[in-house]
T-cell receptor, first 110, second 114 residues
Framework: RKEVEQDPGPFNVPEGATVAFNCTYSNSASQSFFWYRQDCRKEPKLLMSVYSSGNEDGRFTAQLNRASQYISLLIRDSKLSDSATYLCVVADTGRRALTFGSGTRLQVQP | DAGVIQSPRHEVTEMGQEVTLRCKPISGHDYLFWYRQTMMRGLELLIYFNNNVPIDDSGMPEDRFSAKMPNASFSTLKIQPSEPRDSAVYFC????????????FGPGTRLTVT
């Protein structure tokens, strides 16, 4: 079983749509959680951290459910520029390294 | 700051040749990470350093791979001898305080071994 599992997609949605991505992780010792964004043939970049209480950054909302070991990302009012691969990432505080999911590809269509 | 710098950006080499990838982390960052990304396996951590000392190399695939960090501003990843299955994008990333904080990735080196 992979440490971090994501639906690879692709998710094809029209502009303005709301889309949600889910992720599960297997290591209950994981302490920190992130969503990274990777554009085609580019490097990953931090989109947002995920806090236990949930957090929002503009059109993006991240949620964490520690009991179910589940992380989600909600994108409202999708833009063409949101088209990318979204990587779910967990950090084991002890190991101080990140484990990346394989990513979910989003394609927003006009 | 220029961000994380990697060279070369593209490398094409023949099987059996030695390949050296280079990375300059962001000044002041105390952690440096090497990753490999392929379609089949996604983004995998190969090795990381803290204050120039290798901390975890459990992701290094085999003895053909080695990494060094002689000083705070430079690291290399070497593959000798290279094999076609080593073809991938290799990313270097750095952070202040380790993986629990934001990691900044370089643009990557696209390696093709024929």
């Amino acid at each position: 079983r992979k440490e971090v599992e994501q639906d690879p997609g692709p998710f094809n949605v029209p502009e303005g749509a709301t889309v949600a991505f889910n992720c599960t992780y297997s290591n209950s010792a994981s302490q920190s959680f992130f969503w990274y964004r990777q554009d085609c043939r580019k490097e990953p970049k931090l989109l947002m951290s995920v806090y236990s209480s949930g957090n929002e950054d503009g059109r993006f909302t991240a949620q964490l459910n520690r009991a179910s070991q589940y992380i989600s990302l909600l994108i409202r009012d999708s833009k063409l520029s949101d088209s990318a691969t979204y990587l779910c990432v967990v950090a084991d505080t002890g190991r101080r390294a990140l484990t990346f999911g394989s990513g979910t590809r989003l394609q927003v269509q006009p | 700051d220029a961000g994380v710098i990697q060279s070369p950006r593209h490398e094409v080499t023949e099987m059996g040749q030695e390949v050296t990838l280079r990375c300059k982390p962001i000044s002041g960052h105390d952690y440096l990470f090497w990753y490999r990304q392929t379609m089949m396996r996604g983004l995998e951590l190969l090795i990381y350093f803290n204050n120039n000392v290798p901390i975890d190399d459990s992701g290094m695939p085999e003895d053909r791979f080695s990494a060094k960090m002689p000083n705070a501003s430079f690291s290399t990843l070497k593959i000798q001898p290279s094999e076609p299955r080593d073809s991938a994008v290799y990313f270097c990333a750095s952070s202040l305080g380790g993986g629990v904080y934001e990691q900044y990735f370089g643009p990557g080196t696209r390696l093709t071994v024929t």
